[in-house]
């Protein structure tokens, strides 16, 4: 069924998503946003977090009106039984990142021992330098030698045999004694998230203070360890980010050449799908078949890595994942793991697209399934792309509608070695212009889309807004992704910041909105964070800075959520977390957190009460500061 021009405005702002969406109603497929459609009203209870099945003598649901039941038949109120249901999101997003952050570890151990053809190391400065955090003498040892003791090491990580973390040794003094004081430094990276699911088991911990506090250990287990190892290792196997040009939305999407979509979050398989487009053979083979080239293009998470590395232009973010198989263009999509809707092997089916899953642990329906290790991995790259290759005059004319619009340039690659770089080599001029003004003060605006959310609305609108104030803006992720295609990122929209920022930017040639990565590289930002403070001799609370989720929708955004807060750092998240069943909770979380912390929550989801939120919290630090 075609969908009005106001039904399809109000799912998306973007010009590509408006057009691809009635491409994919008329092709006669179903999108997220039609699912989404199907499932309403959606259960108010779980809107809530007021529903439990933890157990058996469940499924439980306290009635928020309290005139049916107050308990659960274990007897857990509401407290409780939110309190657990947000403990075990976050248990599951910190997983999420510190199993992809130990793939990574996987492949640096085993190219040291020499068994991962195709991989190597890329940054043996930065590999020199964490090994030395770890504690690993590094004089006089080949980068295999390192490579094997450091993955050694980041494995213990994992495990229960450290009382803190290591990269806690980057956090400023006065933040690791608040966390002491609270009990909730975090030690084991497992650890925490295994003990995160032992309380949440009938009868454990049923206080749900200890249980909120217990989650912010496992969410900076997640920051400060999982994440941060995926980040670190990636950028020794992979290189460490600079500044690089691309592209986005639909439009990269080429005619002419093999389309080889990657999306998912690990770049351990998309790099060597990089390497093997790069091969001659292959480009031949492609000639050979009528096109000009073999283009690789991203989304999601997976996207942004190689776009930070690899300047690969992105096809979008989350909710344009279905629609991109819908320009019939696509000869391949290639994908690891995480937000990888299970509708999009049907939805190929349409389509000439082959549909690859690539991880031991992400099977998808309709996908053929070609598992990547370290030690074949260059080979089955290669084998796929010529795959991809062969695909391409499978295309079926009839069904290609090539994106009308042309793809929107952008810059990225905005690593923290990358913007001290930028800087000079220090983070004092932009110490210097937080002091005068100029920049009022610094704001990561990360996360998802979600289908109740118009599409890109909450992260263009927020970061418009914040821009105009001379706040910096910080992005990863899909959010990164959103300002791209709103054209954000490209040094000429400092003309749409205040004068303060313009200025800054014009000096440095820099976009007002840096791209910093994918999701793990959230602690990009942390790291930054802990940098500047640590520079100060202050707490990263005492700072004018930020963060928001203005479109999240994953676990992992609220583990992501999470850190941040106990890093220190003010969050506003744009889609309401599960927890207004328990009144207790939100005064913790948004209110009394301050106290413990030195930051909150807030929920709001209009992105322009958002930026006033932010605006005046940023004005209140500065105050606190004397500037
Ligand atoms: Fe995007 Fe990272 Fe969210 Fe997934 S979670 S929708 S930001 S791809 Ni990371
Ligand atoms: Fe019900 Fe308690 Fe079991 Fe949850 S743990 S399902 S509230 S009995």
């Known amino acids: 069924m075609l969908l009005t021009k106001a039904e399809i405005q109000a799912r998306t702002i973007t010009e590509d998503g408006q057009v691809f969406l009635q491409k994919a109603a008329q092709d006669g497929l179903e999108t997220v946003w039609d699912r989404y459609e199907a499932q309403k009203p959606q259960c108010g209870f779980c809107e809530m977090g007021l529903s439990c099945r933890n157990c058996s003598m469940g499924p439980c649901r306290i009635d928020p009106f309290g005139e049916g039941p107050l308990r659960g038949v274990c007897g857990a109120d509401a407290d409780i039984i939110v309190a657990r249901n947000l403990g075990r999101m976050i248990a599951a997003g910190s997983a999420s990142h510190s199993d992809h952050g130990r793939d990574l570890v996987e492949v640096l151990r085993k190219v040291g021992e020499g068994r991962a053809p195709g991989y190597t190391i890329r940054s043996v400065e930065k590999l020199k330098k964490v090994a030395s955090e770890f504690g690993i003498a590094v004089d006089g040892k080949t980068p295999s030698d390192l490579a094997v003791e450091l993955a050694h090491a980041m494995e213990e990580e994992f495990g229960t045999r450290k009382k803190a973390l290591t990269f806690l040794a980057r956090v400023p003094e006065k933040r690791r004694a608040v966390w002491n004081k609270l009990g909730i430094t975090p030690r084991g990276i497992d650890r925490e998230t295994s003990e995160m699911m032992h309380r949440t088991h009938m009868g454990v911990d049923n206080d749900w203070l200890s249980l909120l506090l217990h989650g912010l250990r496992n969410a900076l287990s997640d920051g400060w360890g999982g994440s941060f190892i995926a980040t670190e290792v990636s950028d020794i196997l992979f290189g460490i980010p600079q500044p690089v040009s691309s592209e986005v939305n639909l439009g990269v999407l080429k005619e002419n050449q093999v389309n080889i979509v990657l999306h998912g979050h690990n770049p351990i398989v998309s790099e060597m799908i990089y390497e093997a487009a790069q091969d001659p053979e292959l480009l031949a083979l492609a000639s050979q078949k009528g096109a000009t080239g073999i283009n690789l293009a991203g989304l999601c998470c997976t996207g942004n890595e190689l776009l930070m590395r690899r300047g690969i232009p992105m096809a979008g973010n989350h909710l344009m994942t279905e629609l991109a198989l819908s320009t019939g263009l696509v000869d391949m999509m290639l994908v690891d793991y995480q937000c990888i809707m299970p509708a999009l092997g049907e939805i190929a089916t349409c389509y000439h697209t082959l549909m690859i899953s690539t991880s031991d642990k992400a099977k998808y329906p309709h996908m053929a399934h070609h598992e990547f290790h370290p030690e074949t991995a260059q080979g089955k790259a290669r084998e796929l792309v010529r795959q991809a290759v062969e695909n391409y005059g499978r295309r079926i004319p009839a069904k290609i509608l090539p994106a009308p619009n042309a793809s929107t340039k952008m810059m990225a690659g905005f690593s923290v070695e990358a913007i001290l770089g930028a800087l000079?080599?220090?983070?004092?001029?932009?110490?210097?212009?937080?002091?005068?003004?100029?920049?009022?003060?610094?704001?990561?605006?990360?996360?998802?889309?979600?289908?109740?959310?118009?599409?890109?609305?909450?992260?263009?609108?927020?970061?418009?807004?914040?821009?105009?104030?001379?706040?910096?803006?910080?992005?990863?992720?899909?959010?990164?992704?959103?300002?791209?295609?709103?054209?954000?990122?490209?040094?000429?929209?400092?003309?749409?910041?205040?004068?303060?920022?313009?200025?800054?930017?014009?000096?440095?040639?820099i976009p007002p909105v840096l791209h910093m990565g994918s999701c793990v590289d959230n602690v990009r930002i942390l790291d930054l964070a802990a940098a500047l403070a640590n520079t100060l001799g202050t707490d990263i609370s005492d700072l004018p800075l930020a963060a928001a989720a203005p479109e999240w929708y994953s676990e992992k955004a609220v583990s992501i959520a999470c850190y941040a807060v106990a890093s220190g750092v003010f969050t506003v998240l744009g889609t309401p977390p599960p927890i207004f069943g328990s009144p207790n909770i939100v005064k913790l979380l948004t209110e009394d957190i301050e106290g413990l912390l030195g930051a909150s929550f807030a929920v709001e989801p209009n992105p322009e009460k958002a930026a006033a939120r932010i605006i005046e919290h940023i004005r209140q630090k500065r105050k606190a500061l004397g500037l």
């Open 424 to 509: 000079g080599g220090s983070p004092a001029p932009l110490i210097d212009a937080i002091k005068s003004g100029a920049v009022q003060g610094a704001v990561g605006v990360v996360g998802c889309n979600n289908p109740k959310i118009q599409q890109d609305y909450g992260h263009v609108n927020l970061t418009r807004r914040l821009m105009e104030n001379d706040i910096l803006v910080v992005d990863t992720g899909c959010a990164a992704v959103a300002h791209a295609k709103a054209g954000l990122k490209v040094p000429e929209a400092a003309a749409h910041a205040g004068p303060g920022l313009q200025q800054v930017c014009k000096a440095l040639g």
